[in-house]
């Protein structure tokens, strides 16, 4: 089973346009990951935030996290063609290593 | 450096066969995850591996089992395959076991069950 889920399950926006989709979780986390997969391949690290944080910046992205309702924010901003993709939240509990996925947004940039 | 490297890339099997995967996790890393994606959801995560020791199992049936060698390779084995074993099958490693930082991922098998 998933431990979380992620809203919208698909996107679709013009280049130059944002992005945002929202990851919500179930149990208590020690931190929330978010990834990317480009056509079914391997999924790519994008960013890490700590579950004492609640927003860091990466370049174009911009994630929130709010534990107090167990839920997380991905904002992709200008969007660009390389960016069409599957993207994935993950957390890790407090008390283990592994990450649990949420079933992800696809993510579609229209040229 | 080379990244994680994940072999075969696609693999066709029959039911009832048996199959192995292999990972090389980048060099120096010592963790390595296995995760099954089946078409249209998230990964799910089978198995974690730390210095040779299994460190974590996933609700997967026992016909799933892996193995770390002493060069902090991997192998996945599934025995009896099924329909419903046909993924694609990701391999994550790690520097250590820490939750500092994410997980670099290899390109995965597909393995298709016919």
């Known amino acids: 089973s998933q431990q979380g889920e992620e809203d919208p399950q698909a996107l679709s926006i013009q280049e130059g346009e944002n992005a945002t989709m929202n990851c919500s979780y179930k149990?208590?986390?020690?931190?929330l990951q978010w990834y990317r997969q480009n056509s079914g391949r391997g999924l790519v690290h994008l960013i890490l935030?700590?579950?004492?944080?609640r927003e860091k910046h990466s370049g174009r992205l911009r994630v929130t996290l709010d534990t107090s309702k167990k839920s997380s924010s991905l904002l992709i901003t200008a969007s660009r063609a390389a960016d069409t993709a599957s993207y994935f939240c993950?957390?890790?509990?407090?008390?283990?290593?592994?990450?649990?996925f949420g079933a992800g947004t696809t993510v579609t940039v229209r040229a | 450096d080379a990244g994680v490297t994940q072999s075969p890339t696609h693999l066709i099997k029959t039911r009832g066969q048996h199959v192995t995967l292999r990972c090389s996790p980048i060099?120096?890393?010592?963790?390595v995850s296995w995760y099954q994606q089946v078409l249209g959801q998230g990964p799910q995560f089978i198995f974690q591996y730390y210095e040779k020791e299994e460190r974590g199992r996933g609700n997967f049936p026992d016909r799933f089992s892996a193995r770390q060698f002493p060069n902090y390779s991997s192998e996945l084995n599934v025995n009896a395959l099924l329909l419903g074993d046909s993924a694609l099958y990701l391999c994550a490693s790690s520097l250590s076991l820490d939750r500092t930082y994410g997980y670099t991922f290899g390109s995965g098998t597909r393995l298709t069950v016919v």
């Open positions: 935030i700590r579950s004492n944080e």
């Open positions: 060099s120096g890393h010592k963790s």
């Open positions: 993950a957390t890790v509990h407090p008390n283990d290593y592994k990450l649990s």
């Open positions: 149990t208590s986390i020690n931190n």
